[in-house]
């Protein structure tokens, strides 16, 4: 038997993050991951890497805005590469009927604090110069931009062994160890291990577990599609996303061209193992859509096709708190396509809620909101064809 204070259950990006800053104020931490850190299929491997503060729901504001000041120091932090560049970020507009929506949209997250803006006409083409013409506006935040994943989701696990935090990799939890109305630990290989608080930070494999032990979480597993071409020379510096468009599109500071946007890729589960597998269909549909808001793509030929496993929540934003009904489970999970930019953020969020402060930044994520979601939706949720998640702002 090995007791932590807290044992997290994955070792992605969110649950690294998390071990990072519980670790740093003196928590003795365990992290207890099947692979390792960014690792195929997870969606810390998988991720477009969107550092992306605009188009988010209310409830993520105060985590992004937190998360938008420390992306631009958080390599000198955690003493490693991420690859962050700050590119900003274009989400157009075509049609003029679409506009005043995306005008109102913008004028509330000015509201809130989001650094964003409208811009128009020659400014539209100075921001992305290779756009489509037929872009007549767009909402753009310049502090936004994008890092690379694998290496972010390293740098906080390497920063939390420092200060302390004890990683099993290779190591995958068959269950909870439940007494009584309470969580009291994990069961990994033939060990049972206790901890004041289990974190469930397992993205797509968190349902299974949590199933386990009677917990019926409103999660549905979903494998969103990339595609990366071959080097062209430096174009476009924000990441481009377009109202009506299943797109977000970026060159990465060596010329590829990154896209995704949600596109469908099949889930395959063989003997409790998952993985994904790419539908030629959504490689079809997808180049279409970037060559048409990047003409300049058209050039370029696909040089890899992925997809991840990313774990999608039934109101579209993660499950951040205590487990209902249940002392000593903590959930982070449910992040839906757009858990990367804010995981600095979660991370010292959850920590400080997990060391016994009020964080008021969670309230709206908790999952004791699921309560009120009806059952016969839930089901009819989890139940859908396995396909893209919505279209709209992902990566």
């Given at each position: 038997?090995?007791?932590f ?18 670790a ?8 207890f991951e099947?692979?390792e ?19 988010r ?5 105060s ?5 938008t000041?420390?992306?631009p120091t958080?390599e ?6 991420v690859?962050?560049a700050r ?10 009927a679409?506009l005043?929506a995306?005008?109102a ?7 809130a604090?989001i650094?964003?803006r ?8 100075d ?11 767009g909402a753009?935040t ?7 994943p694998?290496?972010?989701t390293?740098?906080?696990?390497a ?5 302390g935090?004890r990683?099993r ?8 160890a439940?007494?009584?109305d309470r969580?009291i630990g994990?069961?990994a ?15 797509a ?6 199933l386990g ?8 597993t979903r ?6 071409t ?10 481009v ?24 890729s ?6 409790g193992?998952?993985?994904?597998r ?8 997808s ?15 696909i ?7 990313e774990?999608?929540?039934?109101d579209?934003?993660?499950?951040l708190?205590r487990?209902p ?6 959930l ?5 396509g757009?858990g ?7 991370g ?5 809620a997990?060391?016994g402060?009020?964080?008021?930044a969670?309230?709206g994520?908790?999952?004791a ?5 009806a059952?016969?939706a839930i089901?009819?949720?989890k139940?859908e ?6 279209a709209?702002l992902?990566?």
């Open positions: 038997m090995t007791n204070d807290v044992a997290i259950i994955g070792g992605g990006v969110t649950g690294s993050s998390i071990a990072y800053h519980l740093r104020q003196g928590a003795r931490v365990g992290v099947q692979a850190p960014a690792a195929e299929p997870s969606a810390s491997w998988a991720s477009a890497g969107g550092v992306r503060s605009q188009g729901d209310p409830r993520e504001w985590l992004t805005l937190e998360a000041r420390r992306w958080l000198d932090e955690l003493d490693a590469d690859g962050f590119g900003g970020h274009l989400h157009i507009v075509e049609d003029p679409d005043p995306l005008t949209r913008v004028a509330r997250e000015q509201a604090g650094q964003i409208m811009i128009d006409g020659p400014e539209l083409l921001v992305a110069p290779p756009i489509t013409p037929t872009a007549i506006a753009y310049v502090g936004d931009g994008q890092a690379n694998p290496k972010t390293r740098a906080f696990a920063a939390a062994q420092r200060h935090a990683y990799t290779g190591t995958a939890a068959r269950g909870l439940v007494a009584g969580v994990l069961m290989g033939d060990e049972t291990i206790t901890a004041e608080w289990v974190v469930l930070a397992t993205g494999w968190s349902e299974r577990l949590a032990i009677g917990l019926d979480l409103p999660l549905r494998a969103p599609q990339m595609l990366l071959d080097a062209a020379p430096s174009m476009l510096q924000p990441t996303t377009g109202v009506g468009r299943q797109l977000s599109l970026k060159q990465l500071p060596t010329g590829e061209f990154l896209i995704g946007g949600g596109w469908p099949d889930v395959l589960v063989d003997e193992a998952m993985t994904g790419v539908r030629e269909e959504s490689v079809a549909g180049w279409v859509v970037a060559s048409a808001v990047v003409p300049a793509v058209r050039k370029q030929r040089a890899q096709r992925w997809c991840g496993l774990a999608q929540c039934f579209g934003v993660p499950l708190g487990a009904g249940l002392d000593g489970l903590y982070a999970a449910g992040f839906s757009h990367f930019q804010i995981s600095p953020a979660v010292r969020a959850v920590a400080d997990l060391m402060h009020s964080v008021e969670l309230e994520l908790s999952p909101r699921t309560l009120s979601f059952p016969t089901a009819e949720f139940s064809p396995t396909g893209a998640m919505a709209g992902l990566g």
